[in-house]
């Protein structure tokens, strides 16, 4: 992904400062608006560019997780940043409808166009990575701005044989609706992440319940599973079972750490086997199942 990130910025930047000129030239704010949407894709390009280099550094004594978290950021700073300009679209947007001003319709026209063509260009570029988080916060801004792109085009047309010269403000206010749209969901997975929430669409009980039916766990509590990245996850948690010795609770392990990989991609887990109860107080323990002797009833086989 590292030379696609680099053709897809250098194109952008390119595209930003000709974007720029035209809409100076057409005194098009829709134009105008458009630049400073690719100019914020051209960060997010250079975000993920670093947010990719710090991810694939390995772990030291003192970043003894690594560095996924860098890219998590590089995402939640695109998104702040979208949310920013949006703002800053929307108040051009009123001053524009109160005050309509004359557009260069055939300038929209081209460069829109032109525009369109290299953000599908770029979005096929950034397709293979979507999986990452960082790389899909930059593939959204491009496709936002390709669909902003594409109504400049139909609006150029159609101002061309109207004269409906507010609709340049309008097409602005589209964009910026685009932006906010683009920006939410980043946001809110990057928080997550941030702020150690359960990974995007997994279930807590469904894990738990996962794993109770596995041979020889009798209870989970005390459990936590959060992302490192945005493809890394961790958990850590008690499992009661019987008492025996490490060397017969080994295949516990085993198959607990498999169900977790295969059924839930958490390949980092911290498990701490009990053989008495929780003592925990009641009410910290997120998951602690109180009728411990029904499940112990249904491993009476084991």
Known sequence: ???????????????????????????????????????????????????????????????????????????????????????????????????????????????????????????????????????????LHMMGDALGSAGIVAGAVVIRYTGWNWLDPALSLMIAVLIIWTAWDITRESLNILLEGLPRGMDLQQVVNGMMDLEGVLDVHDIHIWSLGSKTHAMSCHILIRDMPPSASEAILRRVNTFLRERHGID???????????NLPAGTCPICQEPAVEAQSRHEHL
């Open 1 to 139: 992904m590292g030379s696609a990130l680099i053709w897809s910025l250098i194109a952008t930047v390119l595209f930003v400062v000709i974007e720029f000129a035209a809409g100076m030239e057409a005194n098009s704010l829709a134009l105008l608006s458009d630049a400073g949407h690719n100019l914020t894709d051209a960060l997010a390009l250079l975000l993920a560019g670093l947010g990719l280099y710090y991810q694939r550094k390995p772990p030291d004594s003192v970043k003894t997780f690594g560095y996924h978290r860098a890219g998590v950021l590089a995402a939640f700073a695109n998104a702040l940043t979208l949310i920013g300009l949006s703002v800053l679209i929307l108040y051009e947007c009123v001053e524009r409808f109160r005050h309509p001003e004359p557009v260069g319709e055939m300038v929209m026209l081209v460069v829109a166009a032109a525009g369109l063509v290299v953000n599908v260009a770029v979005m096929l570029l950034l397709h293979k990575g979507k999986h990452d988080l960082n790389i899909r916060a930059a593939f």
């Open 268 to 278: 980092h887990t911290t498990i701490q086997f009990e053989h008495a109860r929780c």
